[in-house]
Structures are given as C-alpha cells and as structure tokens.
C-alpha cells in the first residue's frame, strides 16, 4: 500500500466499516444542520410577520447574511418601482 501524504496508510488499515461511520455521521450532521436552519428561518418569518416594528428584524437578517442588500439600497430600488408606475413616494 502506498503512503499518502499527510494520511499515510492509516486511511486504509481503518477499513470499510469505520468510513461508512463517518460518511454516517457526516450525513446526519448536515441534516441536522439543515433542521435547525429550517427552524430558525421559520420562526423568524413568524416574527416578522407577527410584529409592528421591523426594525430589529432588518438588523438580525443583515447580522446574519451579508449578501442582503443595505435597508436603504433596497427602499430606493421599491421607490424607483412605484415612480415608475405613476406613484409620488419619497425615501427617507
């Protein structure tokens, strides 16, 4: 058997068993991960949904992501939407 750097041969000694263990519990690990994050999204729609000031809400959706577009980027965007239909809005 030849030696693989970093691993040596310990990768093949361990045997089909113990890969299958740990493939196992890789599996089971990201779906659990995946539960949780379903969770944690659902009960964050509820919140929003649920509440009359958005504002913390906004604040912990752009803590968690950074992909999310800044608050005010995306209130120009909607304004620039409804001029475009013949609406008078402003943004603040």
Request: hydrophobic share 50%.
């Amino acid at each position: 058997m030849e030696k693989v750097q970093w691993v040596g041969t310990t990768w093949y000694e361990r045997g089909l068993a113990y890969w299958a263990r740990r493939s196992a519990l890789t599996v089971f690990a990201a779906a659990i991960l995946a539960l949780f994050t379903a969770i944690l999204v659902l009960f964050l729609q509820g919140v929003y949904r649920s509440s009359g000031q958005h504002a913390w809400f906004y604040g912990l959706l752009r803590s968690l992501s950074a992909v999310l577009p800044p608050e005010r980027q995306a209130r120009q965007r909607m304004a620039e939407r409804l001029r475009a239909r013949g609406y008078d809005v402003s943004v603040s």
